[in-house]
């Protein structure tokens, strides 16, 4: 009997039951990914960017020649330098439009 990941992906993704639900998430969100991830595609992260609504700021980025195991590879350094410019840097204020 599967465990943990796999025991999700078998009983909630493959059925289309999500496990969270992203219009909840009410912090800044960055999504970043490599350009020859086969795991989670481009088209994936700009669904799930999409559904990202109640985050105040949110960003995405697709790092060129990175898979899913990034962290592991030759450009991991700039993996790093991204997701740790976007914790340091302030997140700007956008005001609603009331018009």
């Known amino acids: 009997m599967p465990t943990g990941v796999v025991a999700d ?6 059925a289309g039951v999500p496990t969270y639900d ?12 490599g350009e020859w991830d086969v795991d989670t595609p481009p088209e994936m992260a700009q669904e799930l960017f999409s559904r990202l609504t109640a985050a105040p700021y949110k960003r995405l980025e697709v790092l060129g020649r990175g898979t899913h195991s990034m962290s592991l ?14 914790l340091s840097t302030p997140i700007p204020s956008f005001e609603k439009d009331t018009k």
């Not at 992203?22 to 990914?33: D, E, N, Y």
């Open 9 to 14: 992906l078998l009983e909630y993704w493959a």
């Open 22 to 33: 992203p219009a909840r998430i009410t912090v800044p969100v960055m999504l970043i990914l």
């Open 73 to 86: 590879e030759a450009n991991r350094f700039d993996l790093y330098q991204r997701v740790g410019l976007f």
